[in-house]
T-cell receptor
Framework: EDKVVQSPLSLVVHEGDTVTLNCSYE??????LLWYKQEKKAPTFLFML????IEKKSGRLSSILDKKELFSILNITATQTGDSAVYLC?????????????FGQGTRLTINP | DSGVTQTPKHLITATGQRVTLRCSPR?????VYWYQQSLDQGLQFLIQ???????AKGNILERFSAQQFPDLHSELNLSSLELGDSALYFC????????????FGPGTRLLVL
C-alpha cells in the first residue's frame, strides 16, 4: 500500500533554531515529491523534487530527495515565528496507469519567540 | 490570494443530504484538484480534472462525484452525506496535467449534523 510518513509529528523550537523535517515514502512508480506549508488556511506550495541529491532552496528553506533510501528532508534555518505551520509532504506516483498523490500526516512546527 | 475561488465558504447540512461545492481555477489553469482535509485523516487527494477530463483519482468515495465544465470551473457533488464527511474541502488548480505547483483555494468547510 502506498504511504507517506512524516516525522516528527510535532516540533517546538525557539526562534533562530534550525529544524529538519523528515518525509519517508513507499509509492508505486514514484514521479515526484512535494512539500507544502499550511498555516491557518490553504496549503501553499514550497518545493517539488524529482531527482536525487539535488538541493532545492528558497531563502531559509531547502529540501533534498534521496530516491535510493526513499526519503526527503526539509530544512529551515534561522527560524522565525512566521514559520509556524503544518508542513505537508506529498508523493506523486503512477498506479495502474493513473497518477496518484499521497499525503503524509504533516509535521506541526511551532516557533516560540 | 491564490486566484482560486471556492463557494460556499461554509455549509451546514444534515445526514443523508446532497451538496455541491464549486471551484473556479486561476485564469489560465487547466487542471483542477479536489482535496478533503479532516482532523483524523489529514489531507486526502480526491480527484483531478484536466481540461474537462478526469486525469487522476485518489481516495474518492462512490457517493462523491466531480466534473469540470467547458469554462473550466469544477463542481464536487457529495451525496448521502454522513457525519464523517464533515471536513474542509479544498480545490486547487495548476497550469498543466502534472501535479506540480498547485494553487489552493480557501476551502469550503462542510459540517454534517
Amino acid at each position: 500500500e502506498d504511504k507517506v510518513v512524516q516525522s516528527p509529528l510535532s516540533l517546538v523550537v525557539h526562534e533562530g533554531d534550525t529544524v529538519t523535517l523528515n518525509c519517508s515514502y513507499e509509492v508505486t512508480n514514484f514521479r515526484s515529491l512535494l512539500w507544502y506549508k499550511q498555516e491557518k488556511k490553504a496549503p501553499t506550495f514550497l518545493f517539488m523534487l524529482t531527482s536525487s541529491g539535488i538541493e532545492k532552496k528558497s531563502g531559509r528553506l531547502s529540501s533534498i530527495l534521496d530516491k535510493k533510501e526513499l526519503f526527503s528532508i526539509l530544512n529551515i534555518t534561522a527560524t522565525q515565528t512566521g514559520d509556524s505551520a503544518v508542513y505537508l509532504c506529498a508523493v506523486e506516483g503512477i498506479f495502474q496507469g493513473a497518477q496518484k498523490l499521497v499525503f503524509g500526516q504533516g509535521t506541526r512546527l511551532t516557533i516560540n519567540p | 490570494d491564490s486566484g482560486v475561488t471556492q463557494t460556499p465558504k461554509h455549509l451546514i447540512t444534515a445526514t443523508g443530504q446532497r451538496v455541491t461545492l464549486r471551484c473556479s481555477p486561476r485564469s489560465g489553469d487547466l487542471s483542477v484538484y479536489w482535496y478533503q482535509q479532516s482532523l483524523d485523516q489529514g489531507l486526502q487527494f480526491l480527484i483531478q480534472y484536466y481540461n474537462g477530463e478526469e486525469r487522476a483519482k485518489g481516495n474518492i468515495l462512490e457517493r462523491f462525484s466531480a466534473q469540470q465544465f467547458p469554462d473550466l470551473h469544477s463542481e464536487l457533488n457529495l451525496s448521502s452525506l454522513e457525519l464523517g464527511d464533515s471536513a474542509l474541502y479544498f480545490c486547487a488548480s495548476s497550469v498543466g496535467q502534472r501535479q506540480e505547483t498547485q494553487y489552493f483555494g480557501p476551502g469550503t468547510r462542510l459540517l454534517v449534523l
